[in-house]
């Protein structure tokens, strides 16, 4: 949308659509208000805000989270870890992250849609990244720096960076078998979110490698992968005739929600049901028998993210030239007790 279309949208002046973007002190709160409105409604950015942007004017960083899914997935130290290595990178260049919270029921495309239109940052980190994610595409279209933790099927080559799903899965399916499990199920999330699709498919993989016969029953799909998540997906598995010796999770904090399950029905964790987990976190630390998951460096995930994003700004680029940053971060198996053989 050009200036012009924007204007005849609003019916007033070019000119005067121009200052409001501006921030000139000669329009009222009001006009200008229905101009930032319209103008992130309608997707339109400045000249000016889309060079400001690429060439980095801020000193800002921001980086998208939405509230909705990830802070519940991870909780606060999964993404206190990321920053703080990025912010490692940050500091010789004086640059600031700023954390862009979508909150829930917001639309992410929207959101970034505003961010660019308010010129508040001069690139951006994406999270949660869908199969097919417009707003990779928006960024692309309008040449902004960016960098996405994940992967998807929209946009052309883009840089990115995210977890070894494959590995995750690959591991856990290899391991139960070794101990003799051949009825696991899989707790994957319900929503559009990539890693899942990948999840889901190295799932599958791992099974057939094995000789194992796939049973769409046991890949439940879970609207929240939480503890609560885990919990009624545990529900859903134990209804199952036969029910399953070992279930693959997600998410770790799916396995606070499991346990509580098999709990109530009688059953002991481990014991009962072998429980793999992904990700070694504080809080699975404590659970007993101790969860067998993975160990990811976050605080280095964090510095490659920050690196591969100023390798994609030109004030930076001499300073980073690693080149366009395409990664499958590694992962760790930490054996525990929580997936020992069948009875």
């Known amino acids: 949308m050009s200036i012009r279309e924007l204007a005849s ?5 070019i000119g005067t659509v121009s200052r409001a973007l501006n921030g000139r002190s000669d329009v009222n709160a009001e006009t200008r208000k229905r101009v930032l409105e ?16 690429r060439q980095g004017t801020t000193n800002a960083i921001g980086f998208m989270v939405e509230t909705n899914s990830e802070m519940s997935n991870h909780g606060d130290t999964f993404f206190t870890s990321v920053y703080d290595g990025v912010q490692k990178v940050f500091a010789p260049h004086h640059l600031d992250l700023v954390v862009l919270l979508c909150p829930s029921g917001d639309d992410p495309y929207d959101h970034v ?7 508040f940052v001069d690139a951006l980190f994406i999270s949660a990244i869908q199969r097919h994610d417009p707003r990779i595409d928006f960024l692309i279209e309008r040449e902004i720096p960016f960098i996405a933790l994940g992967r998807s099927l929209s946009g052309g080559s883009h840089p990115w960076i995210d977890l070894d799903f494959e590995g995750v899965a690959t591991q856990a399916v290899n391991r139960l078998v070794a101990r003799g499990h051949r009825r696991i199920g899989l707790v994957n999330p319900g929503s559009e979110i990539n890693l899942g699709y ?9 099974l057939a490698a094995n000789g194992i016969a796939y049973d769409p029953q046991l890949l439940v799909r879970a609207e929240q992968t939480d503890e609560e998540g885990g919990y009624r997906s545990a529900d ?9 010796t070992a279930v693959v999770l997600v998410n770790e904090n799916m ?3 499991v346990y509580r399950r098999l709990h109530e029905a009688g059953l002991m964790p481990g014991r009962d049901m072998a429980v793999i987990g992904l990700r070694q976190s504080q809080l699975t630390g404590f659970l007993s028998p101790t969860l067998t998951c ?5 605080f280095d995930l964090g510095r490659r993210l920050a690196e591969g994003l100023l390798a994609t700004m030109p004030a930076y680029r001499d300073s980073h030239p690693v080149g366009l ?3 499958v971060w590694p992962i760790e198996l930490v054996p525990g007790e929580s997936d020992p053989p069948p009875r």
Request: glycine share 6%; net charge positive.
């Open 255 to 257: 396995a606070i929600g």
């Open 325 to 327: 940053v395409q990664e």
């Open 236 to 244: 859903a598995l134990l209804a199952l005739e036969p029910r399953p």
């Open 38 to 53: 319209a103008a992130a409604e309608l997707g339109y950015v400045p000249n000016q805000s889309g060079r400001s942007l």
């Open 294 to 298: 993975f160990r990811i460096s976050l």
């Open 198 to 206: 990948i999840f889901a498919d190295a799932y599958r993989a791992a």
């Open 113 to 119: 849609r505003r961010v660019v239109a308010r010129r």
């Open 9 to 13: 949208h609003l019916n007033i002046s």
